[in-house]
Protein backbone atom coordinates (compact mmCIF):
# COMPACT_ATOMS: atom_id res chain seq x y z
CA UNK A 1 0.00 0.00 0.00
CA UNK A 2 3.24 2.31 0.16
CA UNK A 3 2.85 5.34 -1.92
CA UNK A 4 5.19 8.29 -2.26
CA UNK A 5 3.55 11.34 -1.51
CA UNK A 6 4.18 14.61 -3.40
CA UNK A 7 5.18 17.22 -0.56
CA UNK A 8 2.07 18.93 -1.77
CA UNK A 9 -0.39 15.78 -0.88
CA UNK A 10 1.01 16.90 2.56
CA UNK A 11 1.07 20.16 2.87
CA UNK A 12 -2.10 21.54 0.23
CA UNK A 13 -1.18 25.30 -0.45
CA UNK A 14 -1.96 28.10 1.50
CA UNK A 15 -5.44 29.26 1.01
CA UNK A 16 -3.79 32.99 0.75
CA UNK A 17 -1.34 31.76 -1.61
CA UNK A 18 -4.03 29.84 -3.85
CA UNK A 19 -5.57 33.34 -4.24
CA UNK A 20 -2.60 35.48 -4.83
CA UNK A 21 0.41 32.98 -6.22
CA UNK A 22 3.08 35.45 -6.31
CA UNK A 23 2.93 35.83 -3.08
CA UNK A 24 4.69 32.13 -2.61
CA UNK A 25 7.68 33.25 -4.39
CA UNK A 26 7.55 36.67 -2.11
CA UNK A 27 6.69 35.31 1.46
CA UNK A 28 8.17 32.68 3.30
CA UNK A 29 6.33 30.60 4.86
CA UNK A 30 6.65 27.05 7.01
CA UNK A 31 4.00 24.67 7.57
CA UNK A 32 4.31 24.42 11.37
CA UNK A 33 0.63 23.68 12.78
CA UNK A 34 -2.34 21.53 11.53
CA UNK A 35 -4.44 23.82 9.00
CA UNK A 36 -7.36 23.80 8.49
CA UNK A 37 -8.41 24.20 11.83
CA UNK A 38 -12.16 22.97 12.13
CA UNK A 39 -15.26 24.88 12.23
CA UNK A 40 -17.90 23.66 14.83
CA UNK A 41 -21.69 24.72 15.66
CA UNK A 42 -21.94 25.49 19.25
CA UNK A 43 -25.09 23.24 19.63
CA UNK A 44 -25.06 22.90 23.38
CA UNK A 45 -25.06 26.60 23.80
CA UNK A 46 -27.23 27.33 20.99
CA UNK A 47 -29.79 24.65 22.98
CA UNK A 48 -29.40 27.06 26.16
CA UNK A 49 -30.34 29.97 24.65
CA UNK A 50 -33.12 28.57 22.52
CA UNK A 51 -31.61 29.54 18.84
CA UNK A 52 -29.29 28.01 16.14
CA UNK A 53 -26.67 29.52 14.21
CA UNK A 54 -23.70 29.81 16.67
CA UNK A 55 -20.12 28.72 15.77
CA UNK A 56 -16.88 28.43 16.96
CA UNK A 57 -13.06 28.34 15.08
CA UNK A 58 -11.18 25.65 16.93
CA UNK A 59 -7.54 27.20 16.32
CA UNK A 60 -7.24 26.08 19.99
CA UNK A 61 -6.47 22.71 17.96
CA UNK A 62 -4.23 24.46 15.52
CA UNK A 63 -1.05 22.48 17.04
CA UNK A 64 0.30 19.35 17.91
CA UNK A 65 2.91 20.30 20.75
CA UNK A 66 0.98 23.86 21.27
CA UNK A 67 -1.75 25.19 19.57
CA UNK A 68 -3.85 28.56 19.78
CA UNK A 69 -3.30 31.79 17.37
CA UNK A 70 0.62 32.18 17.62
CA UNK A 71 1.15 29.01 15.36
CA UNK A 72 -0.31 30.64 12.42
CA UNK A 73 2.13 33.74 13.04
CA UNK A 74 5.22 31.70 13.39
CA UNK A 75 4.79 29.76 10.44
CA UNK A 76 5.54 32.92 8.63
CA UNK A 77 7.94 34.75 11.10
CA UNK A 78 10.40 31.84 11.60
CA UNK A 79 10.30 31.10 7.73
CA UNK A 80 11.36 35.09 7.71
CA UNK A 81 13.64 34.47 10.26
CA UNK A 82 15.33 31.61 8.08
CA UNK A 83 15.90 33.59 5.16
CA UNK A 84 18.10 36.22 7.40
CA UNK A 85 20.43 33.40 8.50
CA UNK A 86 19.39 34.26 12.04
CA UNK A 87 20.19 31.57 14.66
CA UNK A 88 18.65 33.04 17.06
CA UNK A 89 15.08 34.19 18.08
CA UNK A 90 14.24 36.98 20.89
CA UNK A 91 10.96 37.60 21.57
CA UNK A 92 9.13 39.41 24.29
CA UNK A 93 6.12 38.32 26.72
CA UNK A 94 4.28 38.68 30.19
CA UNK A 95 5.88 35.78 32.18
CA UNK A 96 2.69 33.95 31.32
CA UNK A 97 2.93 34.60 27.69
CA UNK A 98 0.93 31.79 25.81
CA UNK A 99 3.40 33.69 22.67
CA UNK A 100 6.63 33.36 24.49
CA UNK A 101 6.16 29.69 24.77
CA UNK A 102 4.71 28.99 21.28
CA UNK A 103 7.48 30.65 19.97
CA UNK A 104 10.30 28.63 22.30
CA UNK A 105 8.80 25.36 20.76
CA UNK A 106 8.20 26.22 17.04
CA UNK A 107 11.64 28.14 17.42
CA UNK A 108 13.56 25.03 18.92
CA UNK A 109 11.37 22.44 16.48
CA UNK A 110 13.32 24.72 13.25
CA UNK A 111 16.54 24.64 14.96
CA UNK A 112 16.89 27.94 16.48
CA UNK A 113 18.35 28.97 19.95
CA UNK A 114 15.84 31.07 21.98
CA UNK A 115 15.42 34.21 24.23
CA UNK A 116 12.79 35.05 25.56
CA UNK A 117 12.57 38.71 27.62
CA UNK A 118 9.71 38.14 29.58
CA UNK A 119 8.14 41.03 32.04
CA UNK A 120 6.01 41.39 35.46
CA UNK A 121 2.48 39.69 35.34
CA UNK A 122 -0.49 39.91 37.86
CA UNK A 123 -0.09 36.56 39.58
CA UNK A 124 -2.09 34.15 38.26
CA UNK A 125 -2.48 30.24 38.12
CA UNK A 126 -0.64 28.97 35.12
CA UNK A 127 1.44 31.10 34.73
CA UNK A 128 4.07 28.90 36.74
CA UNK A 129 3.22 26.01 34.14
CA UNK A 130 3.82 28.07 31.18
CA UNK A 131 7.45 29.19 32.66
CA UNK A 132 8.48 25.56 33.16
CA UNK A 133 7.61 24.65 29.86
CA UNK A 134 9.25 27.55 28.47
CA UNK A 135 12.33 26.29 30.59
CA UNK A 136 12.04 23.06 29.52
CA UNK A 137 12.40 24.01 25.56
CA UNK A 138 16.11 24.98 26.02
CA UNK A 139 15.20 28.38 25.84
CA UNK A 140 17.46 31.35 27.85
CA UNK A 141 15.09 33.59 29.70
CA UNK A 142 15.18 37.11 31.81
CA UNK A 143 12.59 38.68 33.47
CA UNK A 144 12.16 42.58 33.74
CA UNK A 145 10.06 44.49 36.23
CA UNK A 146 8.42 46.70 33.49
CA UNK A 147 7.46 46.45 29.90
CA UNK A 148 9.69 50.01 29.68
CA UNK A 149 12.71 48.22 31.36
CA UNK A 150 12.29 45.39 29.55
CA UNK A 151 13.00 47.34 25.86
CA UNK A 152 16.19 48.52 26.78
CA UNK A 153 17.24 45.32 28.22
CA UNK A 154 15.84 43.37 24.97
CA UNK A 155 18.80 46.12 23.10
CA UNK A 156 21.83 45.00 25.42
CA UNK A 157 20.83 41.22 24.67
CA UNK A 158 20.15 41.15 21.77
CA UNK A 159 23.78 42.97 21.03
CA UNK A 160 25.29 40.53 23.44
CA UNK A 161 24.13 37.65 21.18
CA UNK A 162 25.10 39.21 17.92
CA UNK A 163 28.28 39.04 19.08
CA UNK A 164 28.29 35.76 20.75
CA UNK A 165 26.19 33.65 17.58
CA UNK A 166 28.22 35.79 14.92
CA UNK A 167 25.18 36.94 13.68
CA UNK A 168 21.82 39.49 14.53
CA UNK A 169 19.11 37.38 16.48
CA UNK A 170 15.15 37.75 14.67
CA UNK A 171 13.92 39.74 16.67
CA UNK A 172 9.91 39.02 17.25
CA UNK A 173 7.71 41.68 18.89
CA UNK A 174 5.55 40.74 21.94
CA UNK A 175 2.17 38.66 20.53
CA UNK A 176 4.25 38.48 16.97
CA UNK A 177 2.02 40.94 15.98
CA UNK A 178 3.88 42.81 12.90
CA UNK A 179 3.29 42.53 9.63
CA UNK A 180 5.39 39.27 8.59
CA UNK A 181 3.21 37.45 11.41
CA UNK A 182 -0.34 39.16 10.88
CA UNK A 183 0.41 37.41 7.38
CA UNK A 184 -0.92 34.09 9.24
CA UNK A 185 -4.44 35.83 10.06
CA UNK A 186 -5.03 37.04 6.80
CA UNK A 187 -4.31 33.58 5.59
CA UNK A 188 -6.66 32.60 8.19
CA UNK A 189 -9.61 34.39 6.86
CA UNK A 190 -8.71 33.60 3.58
CA UNK A 191 -9.55 29.77 5.21
CA UNK A 192 -12.66 30.59 6.82
CA UNK A 193 -13.59 32.29 3.15
CA UNK A 194 -13.24 28.43 2.14
CA UNK A 195 -15.27 27.02 4.97
CA UNK A 196 -17.91 29.25 4.12
CA UNK A 197 -18.04 28.35 0.40
CA UNK A 198 -17.83 25.01 1.43
CA UNK A 199 -21.06 25.30 3.48
CA UNK A 200 -19.58 24.08 6.60
CA UNK A 201 -20.81 27.36 8.18
CA UNK A 202 -22.97 30.78 6.93
CA UNK A 203 -21.26 33.52 6.65
CA UNK A 204 -21.17 35.12 10.42
CA UNK A 205 -22.88 38.66 10.70
CA UNK A 206 -20.24 39.40 13.40
CA UNK A 207 -16.70 37.41 14.19
CA UNK A 208 -15.42 37.76 17.78
CA UNK A 209 -11.84 37.55 18.92
CA UNK A 210 -9.64 38.45 21.90
CA UNK A 211 -7.49 41.97 21.20
CA UNK A 212 -4.15 41.56 22.79
CA UNK A 213 -1.71 42.54 20.80
CA UNK A 214 -3.93 43.47 17.58
CA UNK A 215 -2.01 40.93 15.22
CA UNK A 216 -4.94 38.63 15.27
CA UNK A 217 -7.78 41.34 14.80
CA UNK A 218 -5.99 43.27 12.85
CA UNK A 219 -4.55 40.28 9.91
CA UNK A 220 -8.57 38.86 10.07
CA UNK A 221 -10.16 42.37 9.65
CA UNK A 222 -7.39 42.62 6.12
CA UNK A 223 -8.40 39.01 5.08
CA UNK A 224 -11.95 39.38 5.88
CA UNK A 225 -11.85 42.50 3.89
CA UNK A 226 -9.59 40.96 0.85
CA UNK A 227 -11.85 37.77 0.60
CA UNK A 228 -14.96 39.95 0.44
CA UNK A 229 -16.40 38.49 3.27
CA UNK A 230 -19.25 41.12 4.93
CA UNK A 231 -18.72 39.90 8.43
CA UNK A 232 -18.73 42.49 10.97
CA UNK A 233 -15.47 41.64 13.28
CA UNK A 234 -15.79 41.95 17.09
CA UNK A 235 -12.39 42.40 19.19
CA UNK A 236 -12.84 41.88 22.66
CA UNK A 237 -10.30 43.97 24.86
CA UNK A 238 -8.25 41.95 27.08
CA UNK A 239 -5.43 44.80 27.87
CA UNK A 240 -5.57 48.51 28.09
CA UNK A 241 -5.66 50.86 25.82
CA UNK A 242 -1.98 51.90 25.53
CA UNK A 243 -1.07 48.53 24.09
CA UNK A 244 -4.51 47.85 21.92
CA UNK A 245 -5.80 51.21 20.59
CA UNK A 246 -7.43 51.97 16.85
CA UNK A 247 -3.99 54.30 15.69
CA UNK A 248 -1.79 51.40 16.22
CA UNK A 249 -4.39 48.69 14.90
CA UNK A 250 -4.57 51.09 11.78
CA UNK A 251 -0.61 51.04 11.06
CA UNK A 252 -0.97 47.36 11.54
CA UNK A 253 -3.64 47.02 9.08
CA UNK A 254 -2.05 49.19 6.65
CA UNK A 255 1.44 47.93 6.72
CA UNK A 256 0.26 44.36 6.41
CA UNK A 257 -2.03 45.59 3.67
CA UNK A 258 1.22 47.21 2.01
CA UNK A 259 3.69 43.88 2.57
CA UNK A 260 0.91 42.36 0.51
CA UNK A 261 0.73 44.37 -2.46
CA UNK A 262 4.64 44.22 -2.85
CA UNK A 263 4.57 40.61 -2.94
CA UNK A 264 1.54 40.56 -5.16
CA UNK A 265 0.67 44.01 -6.63
CA UNK A 266 -2.50 42.03 -7.84
CA UNK A 267 -3.81 42.05 -3.70
CA UNK A 268 -6.25 44.35 -2.88
CA UNK A 269 -5.66 48.07 -1.52
CA UNK A 270 -8.34 48.13 1.64
CA UNK A 271 -7.71 50.96 3.74
CA UNK A 272 -9.12 50.70 7.27
CA UNK A 273 -12.00 52.36 7.89
CA UNK A 274 -12.45 52.81 12.11
CA UNK A 275 -16.13 51.88 11.35
CA UNK A 276 -15.15 48.08 10.71
CA UNK A 277 -13.86 47.15 13.73
CA UNK A 278 -16.15 47.07 16.62
CA UNK A 279 -13.81 47.09 20.05
CA UNK A 280 -16.06 45.95 23.37
CA UNK A 281 -14.14 47.40 26.09
CA UNK A 282 -16.71 46.09 29.13
CA UNK A 283 -14.84 42.48 29.10
CA UNK A 284 -11.72 43.49 30.98
CA UNK A 285 -12.12 44.35 33.75
CA UNK A 286 -9.33 45.35 36.44
CA UNK A 287 -6.76 44.54 33.71
CA UNK A 288 -4.77 42.26 31.21
CA UNK A 289 -3.92 38.86 33.41
CA UNK A 290 -6.61 39.57 35.92
CA UNK A 291 -9.85 37.71 35.02
CA UNK A 292 -13.50 38.44 35.60
CA UNK A 293 -16.71 36.92 37.28
CA UNK A 294 -18.42 36.90 33.71
CA UNK A 295 -14.82 35.15 32.31
CA UNK A 296 -15.23 32.62 34.70
CA UNK A 297 -18.95 32.36 34.07
CA UNK A 298 -17.93 31.98 30.02
CA UNK A 299 -15.66 29.27 31.12
CA UNK A 300 -18.05 27.65 32.73
CA UNK A 301 -20.38 27.29 30.03
CA UNK A 302 -18.40 26.30 26.98
CA UNK A 303 -17.64 23.77 28.76
CA UNK A 304 -20.55 22.37 30.44
CA UNK A 305 -22.48 22.72 27.16
CA UNK A 306 -20.02 22.08 24.17
CA UNK A 307 -16.73 20.71 26.20
CA UNK A 308 -15.05 23.33 25.14
CA UNK A 309 -11.81 25.00 27.26
CA UNK A 310 -11.07 28.77 27.30
CA UNK A 311 -9.02 30.48 29.51
CA UNK A 312 -9.17 33.24 31.93
CA UNK A 313 -7.30 35.88 30.63
CA UNK A 314 -8.10 36.12 26.89
CA UNK A 315 -10.66 33.31 25.56
CA UNK A 316 -13.10 33.69 28.33
CA UNK A 317 -13.39 37.44 28.32
CA UNK A 318 -13.82 36.77 24.50
CA UNK A 319 -16.38 34.33 25.20
CA UNK A 320 -18.11 36.39 27.70
CA UNK A 321 -19.10 39.16 25.08
CA UNK A 322 -19.48 36.31 22.84
CA UNK A 323 -22.23 34.74 24.97
CA UNK A 324 -23.71 38.20 25.80
CA UNK A 325 -24.42 38.42 22.08
CA UNK A 326 -25.64 35.53 21.53
CA UNK A 327 -28.32 35.81 24.22
CA UNK A 328 -29.28 38.64 23.25
CA UNK A 329 -32.94 39.07 20.79
CA UNK A 330 -31.33 41.44 18.40
CA UNK A 331 -29.04 38.88 17.09
CA UNK A 332 -31.30 35.85 17.79
CA UNK A 333 -31.30 35.43 14.07
CA UNK A 334 -27.98 36.00 12.93
CA UNK A 335 -25.17 33.57 12.44
CA UNK A 336 -22.14 34.61 14.89
CA UNK A 337 -18.60 32.84 14.95
CA UNK A 338 -16.36 32.58 17.97
CA UNK A 339 -12.62 32.40 17.11
CA UNK A 340 -10.80 30.52 19.54
CA UNK A 341 -7.23 31.63 20.48
CA UNK A 342 -5.89 29.08 23.17
CA UNK A 343 -4.36 25.98 22.73
CA UNK A 344 -6.18 22.93 24.59
CA UNK A 345 -2.53 21.08 24.55
CA UNK A 346 -0.04 22.01 26.74
CA UNK A 347 3.55 20.93 26.06
CA UNK A 348 4.55 18.23 28.81
CA UNK A 349 6.47 18.94 32.01
CA UNK A 350 9.75 17.06 31.48
CA UNK A 351 10.52 18.77 34.74
CA UNK A 352 9.02 18.06 38.28
CA UNK A 353 7.32 20.57 41.05
CA UNK A 354 9.97 21.63 42.81
CA UNK A 355 12.46 22.24 39.75
CA UNK A 356 11.62 25.75 39.52
CA UNK A 357 14.56 26.59 41.59
CA UNK A 358 16.28 25.74 38.40
CA UNK A 359 14.65 29.22 36.88
CA UNK A 360 16.76 32.33 37.35
CA UNK A 361 15.71 33.70 40.70
CA UNK A 362 12.93 36.19 39.58
CA UNK A 363 10.74 33.66 38.26
CA UNK A 364 10.14 32.31 41.46
CA UNK A 365 7.44 34.68 42.81
CA UNK A 366 5.34 32.95 40.18
CA UNK A 367 5.21 29.45 42.49
CA UNK A 368 4.86 31.35 45.68
CA UNK A 369 1.53 30.03 45.38
CA UNK A 370 0.36 26.36 45.96
CA UNK A 371 -1.84 25.40 42.66
CA UNK A 372 0.90 27.48 40.37
CA UNK A 373 1.35 24.34 38.76
CA UNK A 374 -1.88 23.56 36.98
CA UNK A 375 -1.97 24.99 33.55
CA UNK A 376 -5.05 27.06 34.02
CA UNK A 377 -7.55 25.55 31.92
C1 LIG B 1 -1.98 36.21 22.26
C2 LIG B 1 -3.34 35.71 22.51
C3 LIG B 1 -4.47 36.41 22.05
C4 LIG B 1 -4.40 37.78 21.47
O1 LIG B 1 -3.94 37.82 20.15
P1 LIG B 1 -3.29 39.16 19.63
O2 LIG B 1 -2.94 38.86 18.24
O3 LIG B 1 -2.13 39.43 20.53
O4 LIG B 1 -4.32 40.24 19.76
C5 LIG B 1 -5.71 35.84 22.23
N1 LIG B 1 -5.85 34.65 22.84
C6 LIG B 1 -4.80 33.97 23.32
C7 LIG B 1 -5.03 32.69 24.03
C8 LIG B 1 -3.51 34.47 23.17
O5 LIG B 1 -2.46 33.78 23.65
Known amino acids: MARTRKRNDVYPMIPLFSRFPKLRAAIPHLSLGTFPTPVEPLRGIGRRYGRSGLFIKRDDL ?7 NKVR ?3 FLLAD ?3 TGAKRI ?10 ALATALYSRQCGFTTTLMLFEQHQL ?3 GATLLADFATGADMFHDSAYSEHLAHLRNIADSCERADGAPPYIIPAGGSCPTGITGFVN ?5 GEQISRGLLPEPAAIYVAYGTMGTAAGLLLGLRAVGIRSKLIAVRVVPESVANCVKFASLFNETNSLLISGDPSFPRCSFNENDLTIYDDFLGEGYGMTTPAALSAIEEFASADGIMLDPV ?3 KAGAAFLADASSR ?3 DVPLLFWHTKSRCFPPLSTGRGDYLLLPSDFHRYFATGGAISDGQ
Open 81 to 83: AKK
Open 125 to 127: PGI
Open 314 to 316: YTG
Open 73 to 75: KLE
Open 90 to 99: ITSGAAGSNH
Open 330 to 332: DLA
Open 62 to 68: SGLIYGG
Open 188 to 192: AAFEL
